[in-house]
């Protein structure tokens, strides 16, 4: 079992509509985690940075952590033809240890 | 704030020469940085972790003689891909973060093709 699960998709909606990302773990050291965004062909781009549980805003987007289920999501609201990418979710145990990412969840939201 | 960068974006070699790719953090000092390896349609994949002035630490199955890694300042570290052959074109990625910071910043990426 990996120590990160996280549905590849792909996922396709119409634009305007609230998307859900969810990423499971098994690791229960991990305690900061991440949202990444990664367009074609470049780099991954931090979205979202949280480490407690509950909900934390930014914009148009969601992060949510609950470390009693070991569950994390980015909701994506108003979703936008440029939100089309690829989100990675990305969790460590502090200590400047490594990442341990998702397999990352293709998102195509259509006009 | 807290952007990397990576030179060249692309390169193209032929098999048996050496590639070199630079890492830099711009606007902060980054006392650890990351390289990754990304094949199409997959995840990150870690091969190596620097710390400035030290040695790298690489991940299990990363050919240290093969991936050189160097980090001679707090806001540069370069990758050198030795005696590249066909099977090492990927997706090159570097990240960059500072003490007590949990999070990493990555650069925009390199792309290696060795023909």
């Known amino acids: 079992q990996k120590e990160v699960e996280q549905d590849p998709g792909p996922l396709s909606v119409p634009e305007g509509a609230i998307v859900s990302l969810n990423c499971t773990y098994s690791n229960s050291a991990f305690q900061y985690f991440m949202w990444y965004r990664q367009y074609s062909r470049k780099g991954p781009e931090l979205l979202m940075y949280t480490y407690s549980s509950g909900n934390k805003e930014d914009g148009r987007f969601t992060a949510q952590v609950d470390k009693s289920s070991k569950y994390i999501s980015l909701f994506i609201r108003d979703s936008q033809p440029s939100d089309s990418a690829t989100y990675l979710c990305a969790m460590s145990s502090g200590g400047g240890n490594k990442l341990t990412f998702g397999t990352g969840t293709q998102l195509k939201v259509e006009l | 704030g807290a952007v990397v960068s990576q030179h060249p974006s692309w390169v193209i070699c032929k098999s048996g020469t050496s590639v070199k790719i630079e890492c830099r953090s711009l606007d902060f000092q980054a006392t650890t940085m990351f390289w990754y390896r990304q094949f199409p349609k997959q995840s990150l994949m870690l091969m190596a972790t620097s710390n400035e002035g030290s040695k790298a630490t690489y991940e299990q199955g990363v050919e240290k003689d093969k991936f050189l890694i160097n980090h001679a300042s707090l806001t540069l570290s370069t990758l050198t891909v030795t005696s590249a052959h066909p099977e090492d074109s990927s997706f090159y990625i570097c990240?960059?973060?500072?003490?007590?910071?949990?999070?990493?910043?990555f650069g925009p990426g390199t792309r290696l093709l060795v023909l």
């Open positions: 990240s960059a973060t500072m003490t007590n910071l949990e999070t990493q910043y």
